[in-house]
């Protein structure tokens, strides 16, 4: 009797756990079927995409990180469509501000029309144009979720003036007009064109062009601003990198820190009767030097038409035009 009790325990106790084990795997396959149902997929984990490899490098012939470990953006570096699957879902909004004074309206068209096809395609973007001639803003047609923001300057009679007040128009507009809808902001020069694709492996924190004049120098024939007495100042043997006047950005918040800071030391050296070398450029580069760019965009995202391209220079995205400043500027 004893025997077959302890028998008919065992049985019951194996039932119970063989059931348990049944259970549990079909609870655990369950769980991974409602999870797989219910992913997104646009998000990363549904791409197949090659494997990425420590000990390789898909581009050796250039820096792709910085000494302050900021990636070096360069065609080659990074695969769009990970980024994109990454900021997709975000829903994140972009603005990029453009100048278009006096004559400058001309490259309008271009400008607006190339960043159609190229400037963050298939997201959110604000294209807001300062000018002092509303009229001139050539109608573009803009792809859903993208329009054109027309804001009215005034006219300035100096070059240096119409390029450096465009920090303090910026701030201006983040603090009216971007603040808790926008996620990112581009600042761009007008004379220049789109080529090739400026998208998600452009956004970070704070984020900045290497000027494609003098990124084979050393950093002695850099125009930073040389004289102590400019806030702008950079001493010899200091500074990373020459980065352009033309094209920068970021978060709002970094980028809204960045114009105000250069706009108070451009206006504080206009006191003492000092314009830096390269007006904003120069403040720019001064502030770059303290704040360290988050990111680092290649000369890829600004050429110049005049200039040959280089065997680095894999994938050309945005250009500034050859232009006659004699005709096109209020002054010399
Ligand atoms: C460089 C910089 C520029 C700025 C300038 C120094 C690049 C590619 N460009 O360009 O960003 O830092 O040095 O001040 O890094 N503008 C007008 N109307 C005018 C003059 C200028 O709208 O009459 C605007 C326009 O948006 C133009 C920008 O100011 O793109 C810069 O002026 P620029 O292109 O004449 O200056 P540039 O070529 O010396």
Known sequence: MNLFNGKILAVTLMTLLTLGIFYSYILRHYRFVVAFKHKDKTSADSLKYNQPHLTENSRTDVMTVTPWLAPVVWEGTFNQDVLDSIYKPKNISIAATVFAVGKYTMFLKNFLESAEQHFFVGFRVHMHVFTDQPNEVPKVKMAAGRQVMVHKVPSLNRWQEISARR???IQDLIEEKLRGN???????????????RWGTESLGRLVTVVHPGYYRDDRSRFPYERRPQSRAYVAPGEGDFYYCGGAYGGLLQEVHQLTKTCNLNFEADAKDGIEAAWQEESHLNRYMWINKPSKVLSPEYLWQDFKPKNPEIRLLRFSGVIKNYADIRPNV
Do not use: A, E, R
């Open 182 to 196: 926008t996620d990112y902001i581009f600042c761009l020069d007008v004379d220049s064109k789109f080529h090739g």
């Open 167 to 169: 920090m303090k128009q």
